[in-house]
């Protein structure tokens, strides 16, 4: 008799995908923040994010006492968006680098809601965040603008999670549009919150 090579019992790799996850097309766009992912290419990557980025660290440096409020108990306040934010840049980065260099790994799982049930952002202020923001931005654009003609192409598997067979152009339109969904996100807090300081 045979062992499996990945069969109970035994250590997968990162890189091996559960068997009961079912790879799901990615999608293409998101009619809630109106973005399409083919709008982003290597050559406007940098311009899209930093405006994205800069509006949202505006915003939440905007925000006040404001940023620590949730609207309603589904929402999260405006700093845990934009420490959300700040984490997707800190794990699609990681995504990114990781499919350059093995042939289609899975990505980590972020674990959003745990993260914060989990408490794990009670330590930040609106001050860190912000600056986290530009740093990580800055980073993010480094490293995109560092890879070579045809990287874009290399695929991944998102996360267990997010269960979609993507290339890295893919992922890193999606940079872009977490900061620009999660900015939506955070002004519509501002609008719910009203003008009180
Ligand atoms: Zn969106």
């Known amino acids: ?17 559960p068997h009961y996850i079912v790879v799901m097309p990615a999608p293409t766009s998101c009619t809630a923040c109106d973005f399409s992912w083919d709008e982003i ?3 406007n990557f940098a311009a899209r994010l930093s405006v994205e980025n800069e509006a949202l660290v505006a915003a939440l440096s905007s925000a ?9 108990p589904a929402r999260w306040s405006v700093l845990e968006y934009a420490a959300h934010v700040r984490d997707v840049l800190i794990s699609i980065r990681e995504r990114v680098i990781l499919a350059v260099v093995l042939e289609r790994p899975t990505g980590v799982a972020m674990y959003r809601d745990e993260r914060v049930d989990a408490g794990l952002y009670r330590n930040d202020t609106s001050g860190d965040v912000a600056e986290e923001l530009q740093v990580l931005a800055r980073l993010v654009i480094a490293t995109v603008s560092s890879l070579g003609d045809g990287v874009q192409d290399r695929t991944l598997v998102f996360s267990p999670q997010s269960p979609h067979e993507v290339t890295i152009g893919w ?13 939506m996100d955070v002004r519509e807090n501002l609008t719910l919150l009203g003008d009180a300081p």
């Open 1 to 17: 008799m045979t062992t499996p090579r990945w069969g109970p019992g035994s250590t997968s790799p990162a890189a091996a995908l």
């Open 171 to 183: 992922a890193i339109a999606q940079l872009v549009h977490e900061v620009r969904h999660h900015l």
């Open 41 to 43: 290419t290597r050559h």
């Open 64 to 72: 006040g006492a404001r940023a620590t409020r949730r609207p309603s």
